[in-house]
T-cell receptor
Framework: AQSVTQLGSHVSVSEGALVLLRCNYSSSVPPYLFWYVQYPNQGLQLLLKYTTGATLVKGINGFEAEFKKSETSFHLTKPSAHMSDAAEYFCAVRDMYSGGGADGLTFGKGTHLIIQP | DGGITQSPKYLFRKEGQNVTLSCEQNLNHDAMYWYRQDPGQGLRLIYYSQIVNDFQKGDIAEGYSVSREKKESFPLTVTSAQKNPTAFYLC????????????FGPGTRLTVL
C-alpha cells in the first residue's frame, strides 16, 4: 500500500525567503508524483508532476520539485516566496503500473503555507 | 471553456435528510471521482467511476451513493446514514489514456444542521 507523509502541517516563511515543503512517499513500484495547491474554499490545482525522465520538475508559479528515489522524496521548493503563495499544498502519489481501479492517487494530509510580510 | 463544475458551492441541510451534490465535466474524461476533505485529513476517496454505468467504492463509501448514467455527470448523494456529513466535497475527473492527472472541480461545502 502506498502512503504519503508531508512533514509539517503548517510552514511559515517570510516574503522573499525560500519555500521548502517536504513530501516523502512509500511505494513498492515506481511512482507518479504530484503536487497540488488549494486556495481557501476552492478545488485543487495541479502545480507539477513527475512521471518519468528528468527528476527535476518545474511547475507553475515558480515552483519546482525533485524526485529522489534513494530518499523516496519529492520536496517542493520555490526560491522566493510571494504573499500570493499562501495556500494549502498537497503531495500525492500514484502507482506507475496502476491501470485503473482508484488510480492509486494517495494524498498526504497537506501543508498550510503561511507567508509573513 | 472546458472544466468541471460543482453545484451548489454551499449547501445546508437538516440532519436526517438526503442531499445530492452535482458534478459535471465537459472535458470528455472517462473517469470521475468524489473526495471528502476534512481539516487536517487530506483528501479521502468516496467513490469513483471509470466508465458510464459502472462505479466502485473508495475508502469511505459508507453513507454515500452515486450514479454514472452519462459520461459528463457523476452526482453524489449523501444519505442520512452518513454519520458526520459536514465536510468539503471535491469532484475530479481524468482521461484514462495518456495522462495521469486528475483535474478538480471547485468543491461543495456541505453543512448539516
Amino acid at each position: 500500500a502506498q502512503s504519503v507523509t508531508q512533514l509539517g502541517s503548517h510552514v511559515s516563511v517570510s516574503e522573499g525567503a525560500l519555500v521548502l515543503l517536504r513530501c516523502n512517499y512509500s511505494s513498492s513500484v515506481p511512482p507518479y508524483l504530484f503536487w497540488y495547491v488549494q486556495y481557501p474554499n476552492q478545488g485543487l490545482q495541479l502545480l507539477l508532476k513527475y512521471t518519468t525522465g528528468a527528476t527535476l520538475v518545474k511547475g507553475i508559479n515558480g515552483f519546482e520539485a525533485e524526485f529522489k528515489k534513494s530518499e523516496t522524496s519529492f520536496h517542493l521548493t520555490k526560491p522566493s516566496a510571494h504573499m500570493s503563495d499562501a495556500a494549502e499544498y498537497f503531495c500525492a502519489v500514484r502507482d506507475m503500473y496502476s491501470g485503473g481501479g482508484a488510480d492509486g492517487l494517495t494524498f498526504g494530509k497537506g501543508t498550510h503555507l503561511i507567508i509573513q510580510p | 471553456d472546458g472544466g468541471i463544475t460543482q453545484s451548489p458551492k454551499y449547501l445546508f441541510r437538516k440532519e436526517g435528510q438526503n442531499v445530492t451534490l452535482s458534478c459535471e465535466q465537459n472535458l470528455n474524461h472517462d473517469a470521475m471521482y468524489w473526495y471528502r476533505q476534512d481539516p487536517g485529513q487530506g483528501l479521502r476517496l468516496i467513490y469513483y467511476s471509470q466508465i458510464v454505468n459502472d462505479f466502485q467504492k473508495g475508502d469511505i463509501a459508507e453513507g454515500y451513493s452515486v450514479s454514472r448514467e452519462k459520461k459528463e455527470s457523476f452526482p453524489l448523494t449523501v444519505t442520512s446514514a452518513q454519520k458526520n456529513p459536514t465536510a468539503f466535497y471535491l469532484c475530479a475527473s481524468r482521461k484514462r489514456q495518456g495522462t495521469d492527472t486528475q483535474y478538480f472541480g471547485p468543491g461543495t461545502r456541505l453543512t448539516v444542521l
